[in-house]
């Protein structure tokens, strides 16, 4: 499955990720490549249930 992201940077560091199509499925990290990290595992735990 893939899902559209959208990606912000926060003005005191790091980076805040959202799902849209998953509501509340959110995620951060201090680095680019630790918040696509985080929201990978953050979608495949919000698909468990399912």
Do not use: H
């Not at 499955?1 to 940077?9: G, L, S």
């Amino acid at each position: 499955m893939t899902f559209n992201v959208v990606f912000e940077k926060e003005k005191a560091g790091g980076y805040c990720v959202s799902v849209p199509s998953l509501p509340g499925c959110y995620s951060q990290g201090d680095t680019f490549e630790e918040t696509t990290k985080n929201i990978q595992e953050a979608i495949e735990l919000y698909l468990e249930p399912v």
